[in-house]
């Protein structure tokens, strides 16, 4: 439980990054239509994954592999926001 907590930490760090960039976005430089639907939607996606990996702590693996997920959709945001900002 304590990895876990680390790692969705680290996530939420990461995450704050790329969500004060995409405010930063928003209010002076929003860039192409289809960036802030699509960067918001995958947002969504992450914390939804990272949520379910709480929520299924009782099974071996599913935590982990939500977290992962959770890391992936974060780190392809963070792609996003930084080519296309």
Same mark, same amino acid.
């Not at 995450?15 to 995958?42: C, H, Y």
């Given at each position: 439980?304590?990895? #876990?907590? %680390? &790692? %969705? =930490? ?5 995450? %704050?990054?790329? $969500?004060?960039?995409?405010? +930063? $976005? @928003?209010?002076?430089?929003? !860039?192409?239509? &289809? /960036? #802030?639907?699509?960067? #918001?939607?995958?947002? @969504? =996606?992450?914390?939804?994954?990272? !949520? +379910? $990996?709480? =929520?299924?702590?009782?099974?071996? &693996?599913?935590? &982990?592999? /939500?977290?992962?997920? $959770? ?10 926001? @930084?080519?296309?900002?």
């Amino acid at each position: 439980m304590l990895g #876990m907590s %680390a &790692w %969705a =930490a680290l996530l939420v760090l990461v995450g %704050a990054v790329v $969500a004060v960039r995409v405010f +930063l $976005a @928003i209010v002076f430089e929003p !860039g192409p239509d &289809w /960036l #802030m639907p699509t960067v #918001m939607s995958v947002g @969504i =996606a992450g914390t939804v994954c990272g !949520g +379910l $990996a709480f =929520a299924t702590v009782h099974h071996r &693996w599913l935590p &982990w592999e /939500l977290l992962g997920t $959770a890391s992936l959709l974060l780190g392809g945001n963070l792609l996003l926001v @930084i080519t296309q900002l």
